[in-house]
Nanobody, 122 residues
Framework: QVQLIESGGGLVQAGGSLSLSCAAS????????MGWFRQAPGKEREIVAS????????VYADSVKGRFTISRDNAKNTLSLQMNSLKVEDTAVYYC???????????????WGQGTQVTVSS
């Protein structure tokens, strides 16, 4: 079992920055790939970024490439998402997820956090 708790969401103006964190508890955090997903009102949940178990491989959605950075600290069981140059369309609930697939999260991860709201105003 892995429990995930996100923090760091909030309200920010377009062009600003925000950093999300995900604290993981449970066993073998460093054997899971991790990812950030988001869901905007009226839209389906989509993957934003993924990072492998070692942190050596990262993958980003085209919409956030060059603006968002995913990272992990296996010693502290934490996952982070640094979001820069935020746009109104980045507004969504952001979810942390853990997947038993070690290299990249799938569309159906094994564990989810409860989500944190990110709102970008114009």
């Amino acid at each position: 079992q892995v429990q995930l708790i996100e923090s760091g969401g909030g309200l920010v103006q377009a062009g600003g920055s925000l950093s999300l964190s995900c604290a993981a508890s449970g066993r073998s955090f460093d054997t899971y790939s991790m990812g950030w997903f988001r869901q905007a009102p009226g839209k389906e949940r989509e993957i934003v970024a993924s990072i492998s178990w070692s942190g050596g491989t990262t993958v980003y959605a085209d919409s956030v490439k060059g603006r968002f950075t995913i990272s992990r600290d296996n010693a502290k069981n934490t996952l982070s998402l640094q979001m820069n140059s935020l746009k109104v369309e980045d507004t969504a609930v952001y979810y942390c997820a853990a997947d038993r697939m070690r290299v990249r999260v799938t569309a159906a991860p094994d564990y989810w956090g409860q989500g944190t709201q990110v709102t970008v105003s114009s």
